[in-house]
Each structure stands twice: as structure tokens, then as C-alpha cells.
């Protein structure tokens, strides 16, 4: 539904107890509906006061009782948030008193916001890309420091800067293409077809290098389903309690202790873990811990990442083999921790040889008394490339819509970069590219047509 030219409004803080809370109002009538519930102390009109300055004064309720004092601040368009006309009421932030101003915005003229209807007028008035606008939710979302920093760096603008950045140079291939149509008698040659294949091949490479983020980018926002297994005892809940910096699980010396799964949310290695730690896997009469273990297999097979832990004072054992031989047929990446690392090495080279032949990556720890997890960090971030970026600078895409529409980009620009190889009339090529293009700027939401015509007729020098 398209409610551009109503005027909304909504509590934008959160619901509850606070010193203060913020009731924000956006639309053509925004001025008029604020000055219908507020009186400023200085006794001027709302609109005669000079935007972006905070004015204290009364507020008045929807039956025009005061009900509360507080801070309006009057944004006019486009210099807002949304790009409209905008005014933010601060009042104090009791449960009572917040509804209270917000039903008072309504009857004074306002309706009620939809979800995200702030941050979807900033992108239809051109305030944010689409990137920025998703940007925006995921930095509301964030729980963690990487969360904050993935979304704080494209809400200003990496993710779509790169991207501009490929759009441009796919355009400047554009125009010698669009040239070349429109003047055949001024043949392109093998020198100028081989610059456009490169110029090509460039965007490509870059659309590939933006593509590659995705697998760090989606491990922050969403999460790495991550299962901790092995046998009863080699450490697999002090792992957890290590990794989690809680005693979430139970650890003692009795084998089995832990009988159902145990969930947790932490932020490790640089990206985000929703880790599970299950029964250990082993042969059991015990109905319950059967059922345990039946989960646990289960746990392994929907993971995006595995844990294995052994216990590397001991030889292994004939349940270690078959977590070996369950681990042969899991496609997902696999961290092959041998533990108790202080009480000596018992576990024999072969041993570990047929552990790495199974695993992505072998690490030694003592999660039970030594308790540092930097080995497991680093090998995790290694694994999902978050020791390489530098997520508060670098454009890191976290998104499946953001994937796939790059990802058209991508086989455009293939099918392209073959045509002009290949010899295929120029029109074909063009075509191509302009898929591609048509697929960069949906990927932050741009419409096609004007952007690319204005550019492209921008570019022509006079007479041509
Ligand atoms: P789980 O059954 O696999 O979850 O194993 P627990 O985490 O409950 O650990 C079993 C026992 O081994 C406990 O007594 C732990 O304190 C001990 N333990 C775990 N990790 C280590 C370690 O690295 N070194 C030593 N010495 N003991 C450990």
C-alpha cells in the first residue's frame, strides 16, 4: 500500500519504562499535527521556530488537557530522516504517558505508522539505498559487536558505494557499446573489443569479490547452526561453558549427563554461533539418554557447522570411531578438537590422522582447566573469512535477496565477457550487460530506465 502524502506516526523507542521516549511523526501535515498537541514555552507558533532545534514545552493529550512536558524538534523536507516534513516529540517514557502523546499525534491528524514505514519512506524519497534501508533493521536487530558493526558500515553506505562503484565502470562499457551500435561505420576494432572485454571482466571480478562476502556476511546477521558432539567425558559441555562464557551445561564426571540439547546464541570467532551442545553419541540402554543421542545424530546432520570433540588422553575409542565414520558423510565444514590437552598426549598420530581425514581443520585445547578458546576462535574465523574483513569499512552483503540479484549480475556479466571473446555482434554483448546493470541497481533498488538513460545521455559529448 502506497500512504506517501499521509502523515504518520509512531513510539520509536521501545516499549516499557524509560527516563524518556521518543514519539516520531512524518508526513506533509506533520508541522500541523504537532502544533495542534504541543505549546511551546516561548509561547511562538511551532512553525515559526527554526528546524533542527530542540523547544521545550507543554504536551497535550487528544482531549487538549496537558498531560505531559517534553522536547519537540521539527525537521521540514527534505533535511529528515524520511526526506518529509518530520517532527520528534520527546515526553518522559512512562508506559501511560508514551500511548498517551501517540494517541494525541492521531487525533490531532496523524495515523497510525505500518512496520518499517519510517525507514520505507527514506528509501522511496531517495534518503537510502535499499541496502541502507535493510542496513537500517539489522543494525536495530544487532546483539552483537559484529552484527553492529556489519550493519553500522553499509547504513553508511559500503555495501552501496561498491556497488556504485561497479555499476560505474560497467557503465563507461556501456556507452563505448551503445557508441559502437549507433556508428558501425566507426568499427570497434580488436583493440577496442578487447578494452571492453576487459572492462568486463573487471566488473565481473568485482561482482565475484562482493558475491564472496556472503559467507561472512550471513554467518554475523543470521548465524552458523553449529553442533559441539563426541562420546560421554572428552569435554564437550566445558567446551560449550567455554564458548558461551556461562555454566550453561552441566559438566561433571559422570558420562551422559547431558541428555537433551542445550541452545545458546554467542558471538565467536567473529561471527555469530547458535550453538548446540547434545548427548554424547554412544551406545545406551537408558531410554532417555537413547533418545538424546538419536537428536544429537540428527543435530549433526541439519549443522552448517560441527564440532567434534575427542579426548585426546585416551586412545580412541569404538564410539569415537563411529563419530568418525558419521563425520565421512556430513558435507558441512568440520572443527576436529582434541581435548584435555593438559593431561598428555595418549591419542596416537594414526589416530589423529584418521580424525584430520574427516575434519576441515584438527586443533588441540584443555577446555576444562585452561580455559582459553583462542585456538577455536581463530579457526573458526578462518573458516568463515572473518579474519579478513574489516567489517566496519569493507562492503560485506548479508542477504539472499542482496545474493541472488548479484548473482544475475554475475551471469550476465559471464555470458558477456564470453560473447565479446567469442566474436558475437556487439548488440548481443550489449544486451548482456545491460541485464547486468538492470540486476546491480536492483540489488539496491534503483529502477532501471531513467537511472541508466540520464547516465548514459550525460556521457554523450555534444553532436554524437
Ligand atoms: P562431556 O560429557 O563431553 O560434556 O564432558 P564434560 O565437559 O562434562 O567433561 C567431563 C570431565 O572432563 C569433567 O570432569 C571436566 O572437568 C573434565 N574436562 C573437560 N575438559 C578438560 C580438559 O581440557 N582437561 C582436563 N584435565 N579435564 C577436562
Known amino acids: 500500500m502506497n500512504r506517501i502524502g499521509t502523515t504518520i506516526a509512531a513510539v520509536s523507542t521501545p516499549r516499557g519504562r524509560g527516563g524518556i521516549a521518543v514519539i516520531r511523526i512524518s508526513g506533509p501535515d506533520a508541522v500541523r499535527v504537532a502544533e495542534g498537541m504541543f505549546i511551546p514555552k516561548s509561547g511562538k507558533k511551532l512553525s515559526e521556530i527554526s528546524p533542527r532545534k530542540a523547544v521545550f514545552g507543554s504536551i497535550l493529550d487528544s482531549t487538549g488537557e496537558v498531560c505531559d512536558e517534553g522536547m519537540v524538534t521539527v525537521f521540514l523536507s527534505p533535511a529528515s530522516f524520511t526526506g518529509e516534513d518530520s517532527v520528534e516529540i520527546a515526553c518522559h517514557g512512562g508506559v501511560a504517558v508514551t500511548q498517551e502523546v501517540y494517541l494525541s499525534a492521531l487525533a490531532h491528524g496523524a495515523t497510525a505508522a505500518g512496520p518499517g514505514e ?228 595418549v591419542i596416537t598420530e594414526d589416530e589423529i590422522s584418521a580424525i584430520s581425514a574427516v575434519c576441515t581443520v584438527v586443533i588441540r585445547t584443555s577446555a576444562g582447566e585452561i580455559t582459553d578458546g583462542s585456538q577455536l576462535e581463530s579457526a573458526i574465523s578462518q573458516l568463515f573469512g572473518s579474519d579478513k574483513i574489516d567489517l566496519r569499512h569493507e562492503a560485506v552483503i548479508w542477504d539472499v535477496r542482496q545474493r541472488e540479484q548479484l548473482e544475475h549480475a554475475r551471469i550476465s556479466l559471464e555470458k558477456a565477457v564470453m560473447a565479446i571473446e567469442c566474436g558475437d555482434p556487439i548488440d548481443c554483448v550489449c544486451t548482456l550487460a545491460e541485464e547486468a546493470m538492470c540486476a546491480l541497481n536492483e540489488t539496491d533498488g534503483r529502477g532501471i530506465e531513467q537511472h541508466i538513460v540520464a547516465e548514459i545521455f550525460a556521457r554523450f559529448c555534444v553532436g554524437k
Do not use: W
Not at 583493440?191 to 572492462?199: H, L, M, N, V
Not at 569435554?235 to 541428555?259: D, P
Open 118 to 345: 519510517f525507514t520505507r519512506r527514506a528509501f522511496i524519497n531517495g534518503k537510502m539505498s535499499l541496502t541502507e534501508a535493510e542496513a537500517v533493521g539489522l543494525l536495530i536487530d544487532a546483539d552483537t559487536k559484529e552484527r553492529m558493526q556489519l550493519s553500522g558500515g553499509a547504513v553508511r553506505g559500503n555495501v552501496t558505494r561498491a556497488i556504485s562503484e561497479i555499476s560505474e565502470g560497467l557503465l563507461d562499457t556501456m556507452t563505448a557499446l551503445y557508441a559502437a551500435i549507433d556508428y558501425p561505420e566507426e568499427d570497434v576494432g580488436d583493440e577496442g573489443e578487447r578494452e571492453i572485454g576487459g572492462t568486463l571482466q573487471r566488473s565481473l571480478d568485482k561482482v565475484n569479490s562482493l558475491l564472496g562476502t556472503y559467507k561472512v556476511g550471513k554467518a554475523i546477521s543470521e548465524g552458523v547452526k553449529c553442533v559441539i558432539c563426541g562420546r560421554p567425558n572428552v569435554g564437550k559441555s566445558s567446551l560449550f561453558n567455554l564458548m558461551t562464557g556461562e555454566e550453561s551445561a552441566i559438566v561433571t564426571q559422570i558420562a551422559g549427563t547431558t541428555r537433551d540439547i542445550l541452545r545458546e546464541t554467542v558471538s565467536f570467532g567473529g561471527v555469530t554461533l547458535r550453538l548446540s551442545d547434545t548427548a554424547g553419541i554412544h551406545e545406551s540402554d537408558d531410554t532417555v539418554e537413547k533418545m538424546g543421542i538419536d537428536r544429537a545424530e540428527s543435530e549433526i546432520e541439519k549443522s552448517e557447522l560441527v564440532i567434534a570433540v575427542f579426548d585426546g588422553s585416551e586412545p580412541l575409542t569404538d564410539e569415537d570411531k563411529s563419530l568418525i565414520s558419521k563425520l565421512s558423510t556430513v558435507t558441512a565444514p568440520k572443527i576436529g578438537v582434541i581435548n584435555k590437552a593438559d593431561m598428555g598426549c
